[in-house]
């Protein structure tokens, strides 16, 4: 091995993981004879003096002295001696776009009057983003750091995300208990606010998606009951609409209501049966949900210690 090769290098990054958004190579002296090395999702930042002096971008294998200093602005009149070197720090950046999962360190309370307390309202979902300004990201966080990894961005996005969705779920016009149908709303809006934040460090949020909004057993029921609820109108309609049908064909064939007709009746009005039920369900849960504890759910009064109401006869059970 001739002394040219022996104190040649190659600046690569040997350490890559999928999970690094850079890496700093600073291990030793850039000398004569050495190569670079950038393979495909890399871009290389020369950095000297705590500057930039030269980006490269496409993926291969260079010479340092032929194909890389002629390009770097203060170095490219600089001489490499024998035996020593300039010690330069090469910026490895991953170029990709990363995608972080994501959901809410623990549940945000939304003020309801229908929920004492508050509505405790969990959400999930994924972010992508990407470094877009080097001089920005070198300035504020490279140039502090030896590597920088996703986790670190996640930590720092997950800590603000809480605030950002009780800003965007709680503006006004959103529906509490169907945020889903709103998702896409709130979830732009978190993205752009987000994307301000990240871009004081160089980079910036590309997609933010909310996949599920999540509320406890008890809510979700009340949801479901709510749901069937609505269906009340239709049923009483569609109920209405088959009665004339079936008045209008007996008068036509002369006769009466068939017995299909009669059983289509017949299910109907058990259907109608189980939404009262649901609905008077519904009203209790409300009702219950609003009284005070230690109060009657009818009119409010206080309780005695029986757990019986002076004023409407309510009795706790």
């Known amino acids: 091995m001739s002394l040219r090769n022996q104190f040649a290098s190659v600046v690569e990054w040997d350490e ?57 602005s203060t170095l490219k009149g600089a001489w490499f001696g024998f035996n020593s070197g300039i010690r330069v720090e090469v910026l490895f950046v991953n170029t990709k776009e990363f995608t972080v999962n994501w959901g809410t360190r623990s549940p945000i309370m939304l003020q309801s009057s229908l929920v004492p307390g508050g509505l405790p309202v969990r959400a ?28 670190n961005v996640k930590l720092r996005i997950v800590s603000i995300l809480d605030l950002l969705l ?22 732009e809006g978190i993205r752009a606010d987000l994307d301000k934040q990240v871009l004081e460090n160089g980079m910036t949020i590309t997609e933010l998606r909310v996949l599920s909004f999540n509320y406890p057993d008890e809510i979700q029921d009340m949801i479901v009951k709510a749901a069937a609820q609505d269906m009340i109108g239709p049923v009483q309609v569609y109920q209405q609409a088959s009665m004339t049908n079936a008045m209008t064909s007996g008068s036509s064939s002369g006769g009466g209501i068939s017995t299909a007709e009669t059983g289509a009746k017949t299910g109907i009005d058990a259907i109608l049966e189980m939404m ?42």
């Open 16 to 72: 890559f993981r999928d999970d690094m958004i850079f890496w700093k190579w600073k291990n030793s002296e850039i000398k004569r004879g050495s190569k670079l090395v950038i393979r495909p999702g890399q871009d290389a930042v020369f950095i000297y003096n705590g500057k930039i002096e030269g980006i490269f971008r496409d993926d291969g294998e260079y010479e340092i002295d032929s194909s890389i200093l002629p390009f770097l």
């Open 124 to 151: 999930n979902g994924v972010f992508t983003f990407k470094v877009v300004d080097y001089v920005t990201f070198i300035e504020n966080i490279a140039g502090i750091r030896d590597i920088y990894l996703v986790e």
């Open 166 to 187: 009780m800003k965007w779920i709680s503006r006004e016009g959103q529906n509490m208990y169907n945020l889903q149908a709103n998702a896409q709303e709130i979830a």
């Open 276 to 317: 009262d039920d649901l609905q008077e369900e519904i009203q209790n849960d409300l009702r219950h949900a609003k009284t005070k504890p230690g109060s009657s759910p009818n009119c409010e009064t206080a309780l005695d210690e029986a757990g019986k109401c002076g004023g409407c006869g309510y009795k706790q059970s």
